[in-house]
């Protein structure tokens, strides 16, 4: 057997398309189009397509709404930690502060769901933005367990003083005319940030976050001031947490303590793994994966987390680039066995 | 008339817990002086770029730039202000092409001033900028040198762009960490050249080096420290000539006969 191993070995060849730097291609024919498009065809595609496919399953549509409020968790998640350099565990923070933020709004003041979810939005992102600030100068763990403490903290708050609703929570949000408005809504939404956000990322702004990740004490010795940048970069991500935590809170029509649940910490993390770090498509892949296998595994109540950390495990030591990476080097590699 | 001073240290002291890494370093510099430190390792002289620089904040003493005191400033004000550094242990952005490194600078405010090395005024876009200071420092156009990935540059490119990152700030003075070090004698005798052409443009260039052969070649005075402490300070033969930097560099009579 060893002796038929040794005497050949694995080829990859870059396909003809794909030049010497990323991001430049020679595109000449409609094949090559049709080669550089068709991935990110097949994402839209299949995200538009699934609330119609699911149409006969009215619980399964809910899950898709849920699929892309994990989604841009996690698309922020991947942003903060791979472009920016901070590991954010404030997931649930986001979610919670956009949530009640929007219910406050609707059940205050009356504003419809098209102003209370932008306006939650910016608002819940300053006020996240605001309460890491002093946090800003921490790097990896340290910082990961800070923005850890801030939902737990929340919701402690919450409970003990009683305010919006204490821990019955706000009642009697207003709901999306449809299910299919607030399906296609968070599906564009998604669509939108993450398409922008891989944009974004490779813009002259970008390569300032990148900066900072990579080696700061250059950024810093070129006249940038490094909290404002990273302060920018939670600012973005933040936003769009509590855009997930403000269609969360019109999807339920309510807003209360579970929405500083650490699974909207945890989970965004568990699909970045899974879906490939530092690719931003990666992150909606692995959720479009984890979360549905967590709504079949509701009846093993608790026990779902033995099989979270089971796939989780299986991926960090087998496969711990992600499917995202392993699936862009197969379509971009041939791959032969050549005899030595 | 007398030249400016663009820079002047008073009484700098730095210690860190027990050891102490600069004790009361005075010295002042003039617009368009090559200023050499040099001294054995450990003595103070990353430790005095730090102070300068704002990475590392003065126990005592006062750093004034431009007339300006910027004691305890942070680094980003300071380089602001068109005071710069390069950095001992290159870390560039490895994943990016070279020209790409360039873009943090140049998104600076004071790149946004200034327009970049010879940008002119307004900035343009940032990435021509970019490849225009990196040609001019001796990467090749032609060969697609600045195109190339960081990742895969050799030393000598590795260190000029060190000093291309300083230069898009268009800075008034350069505090070169090391430059020369690591460098092949082909790529040595490019840099030098680069050097005095910069100090010819009105930069004013403190360059800390292990390499005195270069060194003394370029800079009109150099300053020795040891133990944190300035030895002395002078003309290049008049350093030379100086008793107590031959006993830093090479230790005294006493030690000599003990071995």
Redesign the interface.
Known sequence: MEAVMATRRKERLDRGIKVRTDGIYAVSSWREIAYLVLPRLLLIGGLLLMPLLLSQAPYWQRVVSIVCIYSLLAISFDFLAHFVGLVSLGGALYIGVGAYIAALLNTHFGLPSWVTVPLSTILGGGFCTLLLWPCLPLRGVYFAIVSLMFPLLAARIIEALDIFGGTDGILGVDGFSSKWMEMYVLIALVLLILFGLRRLVNEDLGLVFRGVKDNDQAVKASGIDVITIKALGVFIASAIGCLGGAMLSHLYMWAGLSQFALDFSIIPIAATVVGGGGTLAGPVIGCLILVPISELLRDFGTLRIAVYALILCGFIVFKSEGLMVYGSRKYQQFERWVQI | MSPETILKLSGVTKRFGGVQALTEVDVEIHRGDILGIIGPNGSGKTTLVNCI?G?VTPDAGQVIFAGRDITGW???KI??LGL??T?QVM???????AY?NL?????????RRTGGWRGGGRMGD?NTVAVDILEEIGFERDSYVP?K?ASSLPTGYLKRLELA??L??RPDLILCDEVFSGLSMSEMASMLPLMEKLRQEGVTLIMVEHRLRELFSLANRVMVLNFGAKVCEGGSEEVMANEEVKKAYFGSEEVFEYV
Request: proline share 15%.
């Open positions: 620089t990475f942070p680094p980003h380089a602001d710069t550094r950095f870390r560039p952005y490895y994943s990016l092409p790409k873009i943090v600078p140049l998104f600076s405010r004071r790149a940032r195109y990935a990152r300083c898009a700030l």
